[in-house]
């Protein structure tokens, strides 16, 4: 039997209940696999502040940091929203992101034949997307420094922060992206906004730089603003897009609401070496919570990179993303993705039928 | 009779020839309101850059600056993209838009009952968008110093951008956008990162802040990330949208996307005084230059915010505005808006249809 130690955040909202149905999943499909876990749940975001005063404790990082992996459900919420920004549940996630060191962020946004009907685009057009966001997690505009208030010459008060990237941290993240490129359908999109932004007139030379080494890649660049049409316009044009932190988080959000099932939606973040951590693209659905009425497919999902991305198990990887689809062949719909004629379940029941079919 | 000068810039690749059907609207639509025009045509973009071996000579801006009005048609190609920095078209444009201090941009998204087809967002998610993007046009990332390239302190390359505000341009920027949410169904939605970003935390407050100045409009507040994906999910929640610089760049042109017809979207950019910049959301679109099938509505839409926006004159205004529903209401049709039933028509046949309707 292999063994692996899995660092649960369950988080606020909705987090708790996904992750509690996600673990099973990861749990059963392991075992049939010849995979034992041993789960540690920790506080973070929202529950973690109320529990202990700040957002990430350190006991929550420097578990995750020693876990195999890190699964986590979904944090913040209108409680903490006022909070001072070091007092915020998204300060949290970020901490985390930085003290993980994962700087690769993977959103896939797929649009599944049995729920393209979910998507607001036009069925010819959402059918058959297929694409992967490779986004940079560690860098950009949200780490960068200087950051901060002050005043200007003139006296008035500003906010400012920097968008800032090295030629390590462009190289490494396009080494992952045509890495990614190169087992999907061998084309990377590089967006950036390099017709005014030095950040990005470096990032496109490096991208430029380091396809020499993936000849069996082939490479396009996008601005972002075109990008985004390009999305609603004719989706299916994109394989692989790699771009930086700010836009990924934009194009990522927007791509995977023209897959039109967020709550079916799983996310990978990945470092050089050390775990990774794996979650649903949701946000935690205060409105919902506690109703048993959240989708957990996007967390099962999340469950299932965890093995493939995180661990190496693609078995039990399979397993997971294979009893996803047979749940939804046979009909059960959680009500953010119900259509007519399929069966509406909560959060558990659904749960339960993937387990059946994994 | 009404005198007015207006500097035409008729830019690159379609530039000249949308514009030159522009001019003609506006010269009927004004002689039959009592308005005389006088057009004085410059060189700007590539155009420029061949001729006098910059994007925006110094006898362009001066008679920019000295217009009543500017029309631009638009900028770039491939000709020049490989240029550096100070000799890319795009960076006259940027030139232009800080000579002039034209720091709101307007950019209405509507989607006409004729055209709702063009979408690909299903029929009822597109039908009745109608919504207004005002962006922070001079300020932010696009501005901000210090800019440019570097080392770090590992000693590897970096290219930097600063994204600053100070209270004095959020406030501008925000009473233009309040005014505006006013004059239309009193909504306004401003988009920003503040969970992460300072320059968007006093973003924030200052907005809130202007806001108890225009007690009569309600005012929300949505991070860009869920912005990009409402905009697709469900348009029709949006009246007017405030943002910044970058922000306004990316999601202004989803929407025009949303509407399914960029080659109908026109824009106006504005200052405190002096004159404003009137031009078509689409860019140069090199590839089907000089062949006469350019769309020139956009053009001559933004001919008609110039008469509003710019020059005072509703009823001038109304006219070209009604011309081009006229004229779709009869049938006629670009390539890039056709659908069978329809007449199929160049630019300048097109140009003729309208000035039938002015
Ligand atoms: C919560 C927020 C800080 C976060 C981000 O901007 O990265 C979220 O939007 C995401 O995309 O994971
Ligand atoms: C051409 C480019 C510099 C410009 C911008 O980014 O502002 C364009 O995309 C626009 O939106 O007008």
Redesign the interface.
């Known amino acids: 039997t292999k063994r692996y130690s899995i660092t649960l955040l369950p988080g606020d909202g909705i987090g708790p209940e996904v992750i509690c149905v996600a673990k099973n999943v990861l749990k059963l499909a392991g075992s049939l696999e010849g995979i034992e876990f041993s789960f540690q749940e920790m506080p973070m975001g929202g529950a973690a502040l109320d529990l202990t005063g700040v957002p990430l404790p350190e006991e929550t990082l420097s578990a995750a940091q020693r876990a195999d992996a890190v699964l986590l459900g979904a944090i913040g919420g209108y409680k903490w929203d006022k909070n001072e ?1 070091h007092l ?1 549940p ?1 300060t949290g996630l ?1 901490q985390l992101r930085e003290g993980l060191k994962v700087f690769a962020n993977l959103r896939p946004a797929t649009v599944l034949p049995q729920l393209v009907d979910s998507s ?3 069925k010819d ?1 959402a059918e058959g997307v297929d694409l992967m966001v490779v986004r940079e997690l560690t860098g950009g ?2 780490f ?1 420094k200087p ?3 002050g005043t ?1 010459e ?1 006296g ?13 941290e462009i190289d490494r993240i396009a080494r992952v992206a045509f890495e990614i490129a190169r087992k999907r359908r061998g084309q990377l999109c590089s967006v950036d ?1 390099a ?9 496109r030379k490096r991208v430029t730089a380091i396809a020499t080494e993936y000849p069996d890649v082939e490479l396009s660049h996008m601005y ?3 990008a ?7 989706p299916k044009q994109f394989d692989t897009i790699v771009t930086n932190n ?2 990924g ?6 791509a ?3 897959t039109g099932s ?1 709550g079916m939606l799983p996310s990978a973040s990945l470092g050089e070496s050390g775990p990774g951590l794996f979650e649903p693209i949701h946000g935690s659905a205060p409105d919902i919570a506690g109703q048993d009425e959240a989708n957990p497919l996007a967390t099962i999902l999340s469950a299932a990179m965890l093995l493939k991305y995180g661990l190496g198990e693609a078995n039990a990887a399979n397993r997971i993303e294979n009893a996803v689809l047979d749940t939804l062949n046979r009909g059960f719909r959680t009500g953010d993705i119900y259509s007519t004629g399929n069966k509406l379940v909560g959060c558990k029941e659904m749960g339960e039928e993937v387990l059946k079919s994994v």
């Open positions: 920004k915020k998204e970020l607001t685009l036009k057009v505009i949200y960068g950051r901060g208030f200007n003139k008035e008060d500003i906010g400012f922060n920097t968008e800032v990237y090295s030629t390590h906004k017709n005014v932004l030095e950040a990005s007139m470096l990032w972002v603003d075109n985004a049409m390009q999305l609603v316009r004719y700010i836009f988080d934009i194009l990522s959000d927007e995977s609401m023209i967020i």
